[in-house]
């Protein structure tokens, strides 16, 4: 509940006294406080008592919001099937910046400080389950082959990067890269499945990192039910020049809580194919989509069904772990934009318009409730020259995984148009490609597109040819010239 002035606790004392409860954790920014009741006094009593006091500006239950993660089978693949780092432009944004010491709080079930590829990643957090500074996951014990979910968020932001083992971050982790901050707020004992948070806890969380310098908050987490608390939460920190990234949830409904707060960013999930997922939330409040796997796809590889990254469990410890889901996604754009803040964007409201400015249209065009303003896309984020000035477009045989040109390369303008002037005749793919990584092939990271069956006769011009080009993720295509 909140009270309109802290100082006044012990005027509530009375109430307390009726009911049977007692004070277990107070919020003095939020003038806060979360009261344990008896097994037999209901909520909904307790709520009617406390709102009877004119000292208590509101009270409401201490929901459950839940990690908003699928499991899947995991086994020990490490970066070369992090397929959905190239679908987002991260080698290109590296090429940029590798970050810089950027505090990410993540607020969740703890991480394990032990794992190899998160050593030398964090600053002090917080356990507000457990109430001490010991904010690690201890595990599933209901099924000791669970993933540490805060691990696995954690891994994604910030682990150790080229260090020649285990998986890459975000926001490229390392001895000059961003910081973890983690906020422990579950899982809560005596639940069945290892997911279930304390609303109070996230609550806890949200202002006490913000008071402690984080520049980035993640929230894979969430539940159908707002909470006047926990949005007052969000304002404190967004106020203070916070950018707060959240899950949109796994439910295939309307967007949760905390992502469908004003000011949020609220990322939905796509697959490897650059599609939502048949799990993803959906709803105005939906900011940018990320990758978050789709275990009913694969593009080539059953890898590219899951996002790939730091593990525990307790039934194997410290590993490397796939998971599915809009917590998943999440921690790409949380990653995305500890990178903008060290590219001088300081403000939530710069990073949410530059993520949103330089987000890759999916779905249909423009803004939907799919895919907000589309799949965020790190290299352009962080100022990797304009897409539209380094595309080269030609006419092309495809077949399989090779692409023979059938014509020079031609220049994309900077208004989208271009001119292809000796393209073989007959019917040609027509093919726009920029190749990030300069190694000629199309693979994952670079951008492609092609429309098929385009007619070519002698001495006939063929205009108004559109070809829609995207963040490529599918198998590596090898490119030469017709005949050689």
């Not at 957090?125 to 993933?147: A, H, I, K, S, W």
């Not at 939502?276 to 939330?281: D, F, K």
Request: hydrophobic fraction near 40%; proline fraction near 7%; charged fraction near 15%.
């Amino acid at each position: 509940m909140k009270v309109r002035e802290f100082g006044r606790l012990a005027e509530l004392e009375p109430l307390h006294r009726q009911l049977g409860a007692r004070v277990v954790r107070t919020v003095p920014q939020g003038s806060l406080l979360l009261v344990k009741l008896p097994p037999d006094v209901s909520v909904e009593r307790a709520i009617q008592l406390y709102r009877s006091s004119p000292l208590v500006l509101f009270a409401e239950p201490n929901d459950y919001l839940y990690l908003e993660q699928t499991q899947v089978t995991p086994n020990d693949e490490l970066f070369p099937v992090q397929w959905h780092y190239p679908m987002i432009g991260l080698p290109a944004a590296w090429a940029v910046t590798v970050g810089s010491p950027v505090i990410v709080a993540v607020i969740d079930s703890g991480i394990r400080f032990d794992h190899p590829d998160l050593a030398g990643v964090t600053v002090p957090g917080y356990d507000f389950l457990d109430d001490d500074p010991d904010p690690t996951d201890p595990g599933c014990p209901v099924n000791v082959n669970q993933n540490s979910h805060g691990t696995h968020v954690a891994g994604t932001i910030a682990a150790l990067t080229n260090n020649r083992t285990g998986v890459a971050g975000v926001a490229w982790g390392g001895a000059s890269g961003v910081r973890i901050m983690p906020i422990r707020v579950g899982t809560i004992p005596g639940t069945t499945d290892c997911t279930a948070v304390s609303m109070f806890a996230v609550i806890q969380g949200i202002y006490w990192a913000t008071d402690r310098g984080a520049k980035v908050i993640n929230m894979s987490l969430g539940s159908a039910n707002p909470s006047q608390a926990e949005q007052e939460a969000v304002n404190y920190a967004l106020g203070r020049g916070v950018t707060l990234v959240a899950a949109a949830g796994n439910e295939d409904a309307p967007v949760g809580f905390p992502a469908a707060y004003p000011g949020v960013i609220a990322v939905s999930a796509v697959g490897c194919d650059g599609v939502i997922t048949w799990y993803s939330n959906f709803g105005p409040e939906v900011w940018v989509a990320a990758p978050g796997g789709n275990n009913r796809v694969s593009c080539g590889d059953p890898n590219t069904r899951s996002v790939w990254s730091t593990g525990f469990s307790l039934a194997t410890g410290n590993g490397y772990a796939p998971s599915i889901g809009t917590s998943m996604a999440s921690p790409h754009v949380a990653g995305v934009a500890a990178l903008l803040v060290s590219r001088g964007f300081t403000t939530p409201q710069q990073i949410r318009q530059r993520l949103a400015e330089t987000a890759e249209d999916l779905g249909a065009p423009g803004f939907d409730n799919f895919y907000g303003y589309g799949l965020v896309n790190a290299a352009a984020a962080v100022g990797v020259e304009n897409t539209a000035q380094t595309l080269r477009v030609f006419t092309a045989s495809v077949a399989g995984g090779s692409v023979a040109r059938l014509s020079s390369m031609a220049r994309v303008m900077a208004d989208g148009r271009f001119q292809i002037n000796d393209s073989a005749t007959g019917p040609v793919s027509v093919v726009a490609w920029q190749d990030f990584n300069g190694n000629g092939r199309i693979d994952p990271g670079d951008v492609y597109g092609r429309v098929d069956g385009v007619v070519v006769n002698p001495g006939s011009p063929v205009v108004g040819i559109q070809v829609r080009a995207q963040l490529y993720a599918g198998m590596p295509m090898t490119v030469s010239r017709a005949g050689r």
